[in-house]
């Protein structure tokens, strides 16, 4: 069998993808209580995204989205992570919310602070392991508008978007 290098960095980024959605359901949970979704994107549902992320630049004038979107065109895969919003059950020994409670917290549509502790500890997780494979990679809210724009990952509350590329060079950093 013959594979040419380029099929083999097709096929290494989508493999790393799928263990980086593992490596984020497997992250620590507040109380172990799993709000986090997955997904991974190719082909045109990425270029969806990247579509989306220009139109949101156009309407907003927010020129950084268009560049961004640039970086998701030249990536093989994205991985998308995101939170549902949900309380810990935590009740009145917590409060970092800013409510007297968790009920309070949900009754007020509140943010439970463990919801975006969790999204963090996942992404931090995902983008880990994305490094030890030697992938180039970005952290990217504006990835994150455009699939919650999309409604990719449902009620996602958060949503972060994490390209990934093999190339002689990162093409996420020294970006214009």
Do not use: H, W
């Not at 209580?33 to 004038?61: H, N, Y």
């Not at 919003?85 to 949900?106: F, H, P, Q, S």
């Not at 997780?125 to 990719?152: E, P, Y």
């Not at 009620?155 to 093409?171: E, Q, R, W, Y």
Request: net charge positive; glycine share 10%; hydrophobic share 45%.
């Amino acid at each position: 069998m013959f594979i040419q290098g380029l099929q083999a960095e097709e096929t290494a980024v989508l493999n790393a993808a799928y263990a980086i959605c593992a490596a984020a359901r497997t992250a620590p949970k507040g109380r172990g209580i799993d709000f986090i979704k997955t997904a991974v994107l190719t082909g045109d549902d990425k270029s969806a995204v990247a579509r989306e992320m220009r139109r949101i630049s156009s309407l907003m004038q927010v020129p950084f989205l268009t560049r961004d979107a640039d970086n998701v065109d030249k990536s093989g895969a994205v991985v998308l992570i995101g939170v549902t919003e949900g309380t810990r059950g935590l009740g009145k020994i917590c409060g970092l919310c800013g409510y007297e409670d968790c009920a309070a917290c949900k009754d007020a549509l509140g943010s439970c602070v463990y919801t975006t502790l969790d999204l963090g500890i996942a992404i931090g997780s995902a983008v880990s392991l994305a490094a030890d494979l030697r992938l180039d990679n970005r952290i990217m809210f504006s990835i994150g508008k455009a699939a919650a724009s999309l409604k990719l990952l449902g009620d996602c509350a958060v949503i972060m978007g994490i390209p990934l590329s093999v190339s002689g060079k990162s093409p996420f950093f020294d970006r214009k």
